[in-house]
Structures are given as structure tokens and as C-alpha cells.
């Protein structure tokens, strides 16, 4: 949910130029709320729980905390059964979300759901922006999400880097080596063939991006990378927590691996990126400010685009890990070659 909730924060930042005295909450899962912090275009975040989600009693509690807000905006950027109670009992003045079969009476706006993007920005980001459409605001719209990252925190991170003894004279680049699931995951082997191409062409540091529970799965990566590739990789510069991560981040150059939160969290810090998606995600969607140079993705449907023929998302989410061994990383070297020089990793 990490990168949802960054991307709808642009929502926020938006009300907050056109309605610079205006009271703005966002509802959000409460493991979200540290790519939040910072932002002064929130004044309450309110705080979506394992509890609302367990007990009927728990979401009408919160239904009802909303109600005594008495807000005269309300925009539902979920738009699924947990948010349609919330409106319900919401009683904002006006309610605005996405134009879906058998919940348009829950709004006073529908939006079309548009399929297909009109600009770089992707979906995801197109989407969100459109239920702001409503309000017709007099200020520009900004469509890029932002993390605010504190002198501390950065002081932190950098202390972490010289702890580690990271060469300087480099760049740094994260790798995304795992996604939220299995299914979201570029196979280990492949990924390790990724890490060493970037190694192979760039003279450069080299993190990983992994929880401490993930930490099998980094070491299969890693051992089976070539030694020269090893030799990059600062294997145990982790951060504690969600915000150091972010610290980190902001201390590399790039970030180049699987689709997800460190992904998002990585450009909203206006980093270059290099995105390999899932068979079963739509690129089209979270493939935001995709210009060729400076963010670039893959997705398997760009080299074997029969694979995908007459197939739906359920289908394809279902055959995901077959597909994944079809989508070999000899397919995008010449691409991440082309990325790694495009932003300065000679």
C-alpha cells in the first residue's frame, strides 16, 4: 500500500495550494504513515487498522468518527466495499470517486475510470488527479508526489554510508530485490544476471533492498552473483526502519529492480529509475514519468506480447511465476546499459 498512499498524497498537495486555510485529513493504513511525515499539506492523518478491517462494530465506530468532522469534501481514492461504508457514514457535503457499476449512489461525482493514459505520468497518477477534476481548482496541478526527508535524517544515513565504508568517489545505486509478494518478484537468478550487468558497466556502489526476514532471499541473490559484482555490493547497509530506508534512498543515485513501494519512494525523492514489472501488472498503470532517459521500465508483454493474447488479469496473476521464467534478463540488458549511461554511471 506503501506507494498508493505516496502517489494520493497528490491529492493533498494539490488542496492544499488552492485551499491554503483549509483543513485537510487523509485516511490511510496505519503501516503507511511514514511516507507521510513532513508533509504540511496534512493536518490529521486518521488512521485505517487491522480492527476496522476485522470487526463490522470497529469500521461503524470510525464511520462514525468521520461523520462528527462534518467535512464538506470528501474523495474516496480506494473506491473498495471498506471505503463505500466509510462514505456511507461519512455525511460529508460531497463525495467524489471513480464512475463504477452499482456504487455511483454513494457520490455526488463519478469520474470516469479512464482505461488507458493520455501522458507520461501513468495511470495510477492520471487516475488520482481526475477526482480532483470536480473541485475545478484555479491553481496549477503538481503530479509529483514528495517525500520530506530531515537534516537528521540524512545526517543518519550518511553516517550509516561511512560506517560501511562506502567508496565516495562512486555512485550508488539501490537495487529493489524484492517485491511485496512472490508473485511481484523478479526471479532470484535472473535478478542476480540484472545486478551483475549494472556491475559490468558501471563503476559503482550497490545496495540491497531487503527486511531482515527476506534476508535467505538476498543471500541467494548475492551468492550467485560473479565476485567481481560482490565486491560492489554493501550487502549489510539495511536501515531499522521505514524512514532510515527513505534516508537511504536519498543518499543513492539510481534505483533499478522490482516494481513496488521502494520504487515510488525513489522518485518521489526525484531519483532515476529502472522498473522490471510482473507479468501480471499492468505497466501502463504504475509505469509513472516513464520518458525514456531518466525512468525507463520492462514488462515481459514488450518481448513476447502473444503471451498475453486474450488473457485477464486473473489468468496472467495465476501464471505469473511460469511467466516470470519465460521473461529472461537477456531480454533488457541492452536497456539497462542504456539507462546506466543516459544518467552518468560510466
Same mark, same amino acid.
Given at each position: ?38 508533509n ?14 476485522n470487526?463490522? %462494530? ?5 464511520? #462514525? ?11 474516496d481514492?480506494?473506491? %473498495? ?6 462514505? #456511507? ?44 477534476e470536480?473541485?475545478? #481548482? %484555479? ?12 537534516e ?8 550509516? !554510508? ?17 517485491g ?28 540491497f ?11 541467494t ?25 527513505? =534516508? ?12 513496488? =513501494? ?18 501480471w501488472?499492468?505497466? %501502463? ?6 520518458? =525514456? ?13 502473444? #503471451? ?12 505469473s511465476?511460469?511467466?516470470y521464467?519465460? !521473461?529472461?534478463?537477456? /531480454? ?12 552518468? /554511471?560510466?
Amino acid at each position: 500500500m506503501i506507494g498508493d498512499v505516496l502517489i494520493s498524497s497528490i491529492i493533498c498537495n494539490n488542496l492544499r495550494t488552492a485551499y491554503p486555510d483549509a483543513q485537510i485529513d487523509y485516511l490511510v493504513y496505519a503501516s503507511t504513515t511514514p511516507v507521510l511525515e513532513g508533509n504540511s499539506s496534512i493536518d490529521n492523518i486518521i488512521l485505517f487498522e487491522e480492527k476496522h478491517r476485522n470487526s463490522k %462494530k470497529e469500521l461503524i465506530k470510525l464511520g #462514525l468518527q468521520l461523520r462528527k468532522e462534518n467535512y464538506d469534501v470528501l474523495i474516496d481514492a480506494y473506491s %473498495k466495499l471498506e471505503s463505500w461504508i466509510l462514505v #456511507l457514514l461519512s455525511n460529508a457535503k460531497r463525495k467524489i470517486s471513480y464512475k463504477k457499476p452499482g456504487r455511483t449512489f454513494l457520490y455526488h461525482d463519478n469520474v470516469p475510470f479512464e482505461p488507458f493514459p493520455k501522458t507520461n505520468l501513468g495511470l495510477a497518477i492520471e487516475r488520482r488527479l481526475s477526482l480532483l477534476e470536480p473541485l475545478k #481548482l %484555479k491553481t496549477e496541478i503538481n503530479p509529483i508526489p514528495k517525500l520530506f526527508v530531515s537534516e537528521k535524517e540524512n545526517q543518519d544515513a550518511a553516517a550509516l !554510508f561511512e560506517k560501511h565504508q562506502v567508496q565516495k568517489d562512486r555512485k550508488t545505486i539501490m537495487i529493489s530485490l524484492l517485491g511485496s509478494e512472490k508473485l511481484k518478484t523478479y526471479p532470484l537468478d535472473f535478478m542476480a544476471k540484472v545486478v551483475d550487468y549494472i556491475a559490468d558497466n558501471a563503476d559503482v556502489n550497490i545496495l540491497f533492498n531487503y527486511f531482515p526476514k527476506q534476508l535467505e532471499e538476498a543471500k541467494t541473490v548475492f551468492n550467485s552473483c560473479k565476485s567481481s559484482t560482490q565486491s560492489k555490493i554493501y550487502f549489510d547497509l539495511l536501515g531499522g526502519d521505514l524512514r532510515s530506508f527513505i =534516508g537511504l534512498v536519498n543518499q543513492c543515485d539510481a534505483i533499478i529492480g522490482n516494481d513496488g =513501494g521502494a520504487i515510488n519512494m525513489a522518485k518521489a525523492l526525484d531519483k532515476p529509475s529502472f522498473i522490471i514489472f510482473s507479468p501480471w501488472i499492468e505497466k %501502463k498503470i504504475w509505469a509513472t514519468f516513464e520518458d =525514456g532517459i531518466h525512468h525507463l521500465s520492462v514488462h515481459l508483454k514488450d518481448y513476447r506480447p502473444a #503471451l498475453f493474447e486474450n488473457k485477464t488479469e486473473k489468468m496472467l496473476k495465476k501464471e505469473s511465476l511460469a511467466l516470470y521464467d519465460k !521473461f529472461l534478463p537477456e /531480454f533488457f540488458e541492452d536497456r539497462i546499459k542504456l539507462f546506466l549511461k543516459q544518467n552518468g /554511471f560510466n
